[in-house]
């Protein structure tokens, strides 16, 4: 099920909050929709999932206009959005069972949908004793109801730390597998996502400044991600790192090195250490930072 929009503009009173916004995101793909607060990004979902028109442009989610009830597009639509609110003195399984009786469905689906967000153990739980991780494991579930074939998820890691977010992305990168789902997932973090999203929007002042495959778009931008390597060799081993082409550069440290190589490639690498683990010229590795941040001001510098 694919989205698209075609020089989309969205204007509330003075403020133009989209300014000719256009893309696509295709179908099965786990798109990152990328910005900083204030870029447009809840605006463009709330515009997807049918709650807000457009001032202009037009919108096409799987072929279907979102604001026409007789298209039937929120039968097919999960919507998770930025600060949901919960009636916090009831339980997780009264509030599941009571959304899917609203859309049309047993209360079975709320079993399952708890089961697919890892909140079975907490059905019987008030809301108000859940912790912020498990709060975004419930609205996971309630977007979930009805298994749609398109989740929309506006900043499903924020105000966690960053053991949770990497948990809930895991998560959702498991649904998106189980489901079969198209999942546009919209965030300010970057580092964890690019190990979830395959492709990306990256929005910036209410402009789409690019969007496409995320390794089109690493390779476009020649982004570079740096490893930190624990040896007890580190001349050695740089000297072997340093012919494998993807490798940019090589910096010497009493003990380890900070490597730097091609985004594309980082996968490659990642498999050449472990392997070095196992003779003992490698202690220990671990990414230092991650290129989606790098390829966010890249593009936006290039614009």
Known sequence: MSIVFDNVVKIYGSVEALRGVSFRVGEGSMTGLLGPNGAGKTTTLKITVGLVRPTRGRVLVAGMDPLLEEHGVKSILGYLPERPVYPG??????LLRYLAKLRGLSSRYA?????????SKYMDS??????????QRL????????EPEILL??????NLDPAARVEILGLIARLKEDLGATVVISSHILPELQQVVDHVILISKGRVVDYG???ELARRYGVTVVFRVDTPAPRSLARRLIDLDSVKGVLIHDGWLEVHVE?????????????????????????????????????????
């Open 126 to 135: 008030k809301i108000n004793a859940l912790s912020r991780g498990y709060l």
């Open 89 to 94: 003195f009831v339980s997780v399984r009264t």
């Open 111 to 119: 079993e399952r949908v708890a089961r697919l967000a890892g909140l």
């Open 153 to 158: 998820l506006d900043e499903p890691t924020a």
């Open 213 to 215: 495959p995320l390794e």
């Open 263 to 303: 985004a594309l490639a980082s996968g490659e690498l990642g498999g050449i250490l472990e392997d070095l683990r196992g003779s003992g010229m490698v202690r220990g590795f671990k990414v230092k930072t991650g290129y989606l941040g790098e390829l966010y001001e890249k593009a936006i510098s290039s614009a």
């Open 139 to 146: 609205g996971l579930a309630q977007a979930l109801l009805g």
